[in-house]
């Protein structure tokens, strides 16, 4: 979608589930040449993601690090803050930070069940988050207003929209300081 709208735009898709290399290895194949890359690799290890990521981005020029659904994958042992801190010390002021997560704190009954129901059926637990949580993703960022809110509150078009049920939280912040020249 974003070489839809900007196509001289360079993107990296990060991924380590083995059907999601197979579907990316098609759309690649079928798609334009050039400024699209699909890696293999965990998020866990921030190090590689952004080695292999630099052969196709430029770190020194603002970036966007779009971390959608993702973070409830990793537990809090496994320090996702570290994570999330460690992709943005490695982007240019300028660079942006998008996250969608899914809550704890909206349905909280109901998420505490469909996180137990998933826990017994796959390897890796999910671990949904609070909204303070989720904003302590974006520390020393700047937040893009509304903040964090509940996905279908980030700039709805109509009320009825905003209105929607979800149960996951988002937020896009701005890395400060001015952006690379």
């Known amino acids: 979608m974003a070489r839809a709208v900007a196509p001289e735009c360079a993107v990296v898709y990060v991924d380590n589930d083995p059907m999601v ?7 690649l194949a079928g798609g334009p040449p050039g400024g699209t890359d699909y890696i293999d690799a965990d998020l866990r290890d921030p190090a590689t993601v952004l080695r292999r990521a630099a052969a196709r981005l430029d770190f020194a020029e603002p970036v966007a690090i779009l971390l959608v659904s993702v973070l409830h994958m990793i537990t809090d042992d496994e320090d996702p803050g570290r994570i999330v801190t460690r992709l943005i010390d490695a982007a240019a002021p300028g660079s942006y930070l998008a996250i969608t997560h899914v809550a704890s704190d909206i349905e909280p009954e ?19 988050r609070d909204r303070a949580a989720v904003a302590r993703f974006f520390a020393g960022l700047d937040l893009v207003p509304p ?11 109509t009320p009825s929209e905003a209105a929607s049920p979800s149960t996951q939280w988002a937020g896009l912040a701005r890395k400060p300081g001015p952006a690379a020249p």
Not at 21 to 27: K, Q, S, T
Request: hydrophobic content about 40%; cysteine-free; aromatic content about 2%.
């Open 21 to 27: 290399l197979v579907h990316a290895r098609a759309l």
């Open 147 to 157: 903040g964090v809110v509940r996905v279908p509150e980030w700039r709805p078009d």
């Open 110 to 128: 109901a998420m505490a069940e469909m996180a137990r129901r998933v826990n017994r059926h796959t390897s890796r637990p999910t671990t949904p």
